[in-house]
């Protein structure tokens, strides 16, 4: 069955950098878009990023220039690489799968998320 | 950016009832709108997509409705597992995708 586990968050510093992962299984990894949507606590969803089959990518504003999401096909797996984080990046970050390979859509599978905590 | 409005913030209703949750658009989304629904410490799950269409192995008594900028999720016979928050999202235009700021379904 489809399955997507993220992997990777943890406490940082403002200013410091993390990398988190998205492992797929379940699915022709190669034939979807992927998405990464973060929740902060206690609030609603807020998209991140979309990397479709191609490697086209786009980003949220308060993201870009500082976050990069990014696809392995022979590990079928998407990372999110973070940079210059800010207090108000702290969120659940949750990966999802798109039924559209080349262009966001709506998301139709979802990871149960990874904690990111931006704290001095 | 689409702004994506959701009405009420929390609506209260007994099992057995009807609840119709409400999505606004700041403009025309056509149909390109989708419902999740979200239980405490669990991953949204998809329910519509289309603004009508439900996704695989959702029950009937969830249906959506409404274009361009008004949209409906209609939830029947409300059962104890439906009470959760529901977001509806717009890809219509992009980026970036937006997501409405959610309504929380709670039991009266």
């Known amino acids: 069955q489809v399955r997507l586990v993220e992997s990777g968050g943890g406490v940082v510093q403002p200013g410091g950098s993390l990398r988190l992962s998205c492992a797929t299984f379940?699915?022709?990894?190669?034939?979807?878009?992927l998405h990464w949507v973060r929740q902060a606590p206690g609030k609603g969803l807020e998209w991140v990023a979309f990397t479709g089959e191609d490697g086209t990518t786009f980003y949220a504003d308060s993201v870009k220039g500082r976050f990069t999401i990014s696809r392995d096909k022979s590990e079928k797996t998407l990372y999110l690489q973070m940079n210059s984080l800010r207090t108000e990046d702290t969120a659940v970050y949750s990966c999802a799968r798109d039924p559209l390979a080349y262009q966001p859509y709506y998301l139709d599978f979802w990871g149960q998320g990874t904690l990111v905590t931006v704290s001095s | 950016e689409i702004v994506m409005t959701q009405s009420p913030a929390t609506l209260s209703v007994s099992p057995g009832e009807t609840a119709a949750l409400s999505c606004r658009a700041s403009?025309?989304?056509?149909?390109?709108l989708a419902w999740y629904q979200q239980k405490v410490g669990q991953a949204p799950r998809l329910l519509i997509y289309a603004a009508s269409a439900r996704a695989t192995g959702i029950p009937a008594r969830f249906s959506g409705s409404g274009s361009g900028t008004e949209f409906t999720l209609t939830i029947s016979s409300l059962q104890s597992e439906d009470f959760a928050v529901y977001y509806c999202?717009?890809?219509?235009?992009?980026?970036?995708?937006?997501f409405g700021g959610g309504t929380k379904l709670e039991i009266k």
């Open positions: 379940g699915f022709s990894f190669n034939t979807y878009g």
């Open positions: 403009q025309s989304v056509n149909t390109h």
């Open positions: 999202q717009q890809y219509r235009s992009w980026p970036p995708v937006t």
